[in-house]
Nanobody, 123 residues
Framework: VQLQASGGGLVQAGGSLRLSCAAS????????MGWFRQAPEKERDFVAA????????YYADSVKGRFTISRDNAKNSMYLQMNSLKPEDTAVYYC?????????????????WGQGTLVTVSS
């Protein structure tokens, strides 16, 4: 699978951004998908997940109520609407298939993280 995240940028605290993830080389609709993020000098963390059909989601507590994950299987794409952004949301954001539904880790064999997309939230 090849995944390309985009849509990051610089935004003031309280602002919004919409990230996109474009998939190729794999049947996207077969995968439960997730967003992950890595802040400077920190480990990569789980952000949000969406079931393969798009009908169920779950989130990290830190973003619950502010972020919304969605997907369009016809377009092999996934999205992350981020509202009420905080400086602590600053990170490089990545998309990846999940190990299984309910997991907060990526598929074991997934290792093509790409460059991700940088989100910087200024205070």
């Amino acid at each position: 699978v090849q995944l390309q995240a985009s849509g990051g940028g610089l935004v003031q605290a309280g602002g919004s951004l919409r990230l996109s993830c474009a998939a190729s080389g794999r049947t996207f609709s077969r995968d439960h998908m997730g967003w992950f993020r890595q802040a400077p000098e920190k480990e990569r963390d789980f952000v949000a997940a969406i079931i393969r059909s798009g009908g169920q989601t779950y989130y990290a507590d830190s973003v619950k109520g502010r972020f919304t994950i969605s997907r369009d299987n016809a377009k092999n794409s996934m999205y992350l609407q981020m509202n009420s952004l905080k400086p602590e949301d600053t990170a490089v954001y990545y998309c990846a298939p999940l190990q299984n539904w309910g997991a907060r880790v990526p598929l074991n064999e997934f290792n093509d993280w790409g460059q991700g997309t940088l989100v910087t939230v200024s205070s």
